[in-house]
């Protein structure tokens, strides 16, 4: 009888907790649809700002986090599979792969504005890009790596050992059976984890502060050397460093609102990318 | 070439897990164009002696092997041997099946794919001829293009078949091919190995011994890592000459 109680118990604060979260979830997307949905129209989205963000629209800011988002993936995609491939398939499981984990899951978990610092010095300093979308990708490439590396190792290792096995036994070569027979079972899983981090990235504004983004542009970028606006930046700027934020409070939730459209639509990207592949390859 | 009466010859075959040795000084002769069985109870290294004929246990990281296996008079662990070729003479059956989750003809063409072949017709006629080799095209002949892993157990096994038969080898090696089958699925695959010995030298690790006993012509048995008797099947179940063999068939341990 206690036994049932307790199990009752716990079964219901588990649902608790779990409506919990979703509730706040939920008030947030409320909160910001509400106040941002006003605001934005077609003039918000494809306008430049008047009067240091008091007016217009944010064009240059969501063109800017759409080329850091692109520069983000063609830099930290290649790179992080590769890597995965690597310590998945090839690397000996030693002392050194461990630490080579280690340090890619500590890396995971470094503040977002040492990767910043970090991107200064290197980027915008010592390789001499400036502060450029160049900068500003690769920093915010650098801060993504670790999740997608650790994301894609995990797909690599939950195909199963028969299939490899099957295609060695052929006489495939390891590459060719990596490249036929892991790679497409593993690959959904692998972008899906990406683009979930590159998401998260795209909304960052601490790495692109120092690294590319600049407070007001009056052209849209013409080359990978150059400044750009950027969404959480522009967000940042109009909430704290704007002389009137109470009165352009509604266009940072039509900013916020544009942004988590953006991350939204990344994410729904993942899912229809996963639907697709689980469809084409199911064991 | 020593085409006449070995196809596989393992001398004084040793093989080790880390510090943990499975195989003590295995010597055993493979008759070419016969079913060779490896009986023994679980754990006693036949799986594992079968794993080294196609050098399948080289992704095993930290293991060694020491001895010689030739096959067709050529040392196969010889640094100058290429594993690829090795593999294309030696084909292996799992015991868990292990289709791709790809088409029965892309699984069926996997081989000959990985080896540079990608005439159209060429391959369609190996499909047809590998799945009819393995009593398989009859029922998958009108879905070549379905998933795979749609087939039954016993269809999937057979397909697994046909793809190692796709590559053309000479050997084939199968590592308990039945034994996650029911009774009608596992009769399938022991008539296609009565089938197949015509063409091919067969060696297969079977823990049930009336399998062994229905379907090869040689038997050895392994215990504890070593080979204890070798001979051919039917007097190895009726007059066994070591104690442990006999005790083993006769179900008093294993």
């Not at chain 1, 939950?158 to 027979?181: D, M």
């Not at chain 1, 939204?264 to 390859?281: D, E, H, P, S, T």
Request: aromatic content about 8%; charged content about 20%.
């Amino acid at each position: 009888m206690s036994g049932n109680l307790s199990q009752k118990l716990s079964y219901q604060l588990l649902r608790l907790i779990t409506y919990g979260i979703v509730l706040c979830i939920g008030y947030i997307l409320f909160d910001v649809i509400r106040h941002g949905l006003p605001v934005i129209n077609w003039d918000f989205l494809t306008s430049f700002p008047r009067r240091s963000g008091s007016e217009g629209g944010i064009l240059p800011a969501i063109v800017g986090t759409f080329y850091l988002t692109v520069g983000t993936i063609m830099v930290a995609l290649p790179l992080g599979i590769g890597c995965a491939i690597y310590l998945a398939e090839y690397a000996e499981q030693n002392r050194f792969s461990e630490l080579v984990r280690l340090a890619i899951i500590t890396l995971a978990g470094v503040p977002s504005i040492v990767y910043g610092l970090f991107g200064l010095g290197l980027f915008v300093i010592f390789c001499r890009f400036g502060t450029s979308i160049l900068a500003g990708s690769l920093t915010l490439a650098c801060m993504v790596l670790p999740i997608i590396i650790v994301t894609s190792e995990e797909a690599l290792r939950a195909v199963p050992r028969g299939f490899r096995e099957a295609s060695l036994a052929l006489g495939a070569t390891k590459w060719q059976t990596i490249r036929t027979n892991v790679l497409p079972y593993s690959i959904s899983g692998m972008i899906t984890g990406s683009i979930l981090a590159i998401g998260r990235a795209a909304g960052e504004t601490a790495p692109i502060l120092l690294t590319v983004a600049a407070f007001f542009l009056p052209k849209l970028p013409g080359s990978v050397f150059d400044q750009v606006m950027a969404l959480p930046y522009h967000l940042y700027i109009l909430a704290t460093q704007h002389p009137e934020t109470e009165k352009v409070l509604p266009l940072q939730y039509g900013t916020a609102l544009v942004l988590l459209m953006l991350v939204l639509g990344m994410n729904i990207g993942a899912i229809v990318i996963r639907i697709y592949f689980r469809k084409k390859y199911k064991w | 070439m020593q085409e006449s009466n070995t196809a596989i010859q393992a001398m004084d075959v040793s093989f080790f897990y880390g510090p943990n040795q499975a195989l003590f000084n295995i010597s055993l002769d493979v008759a070419p164009k016969r079913v060779t069985a490896l009986i023994g109870p679980s754990g006693c290294g036949k799986s594992t002696f079968l794993r080294c004929l196609n050098r399948m246990n080289d992704i095993i990281p930290k293991t060694r092997l020491t001895g010689k296996v030739l096959i067709n008079g050529q040392d196969i662990y010889d640094a100058k041997e290429n594993i690829v070729d090795l593999r294309k003479q030696v084909g292996m059956v799992f015991q868990k099946s292990n289709p791709f989750p790809k088409s029965i003809f892309d699984n069926v063409a996997y081989g000959p794919r990985i080896h540079k072949l990608h005439d159209r017709k060429r391959l369609a006629e190996i499909v047809e001829k590998s799945l009819r080799r393995a009593a398989l095209w009859d029922e998958v002949k009108d879905r070549l293009g379905e998933n795979a892993m749609g087939l039954s157990g016993g269809q999937q096994q057979r397909l697994c078949i046909a793809r190692a038969l796709a590559v053309d080898p000479q050997i084939l090696l199968m590592d308990e091919p039945a034994s996650a089958l029911d009774p009608k699925s596992t009769t399938h695959i022991e008539d296609l190995i009565g089938e197949l010995r015509q063409d091919y030298t067969i060696v297969i690790v079977t823990h049930n011994m009336q399998q062994a006993a229905r379907v090869s012509d040689t038997t050895a048995f392994f215990y504890e890592g070593r080979l204890i008797e070798l001979g051919r099947t039917k007097r190895i179940f009726t007059k066994p000459k070591e104690k442990q063999t006999e005790d083993y068939i006769t179900g008093r341990f294993g």
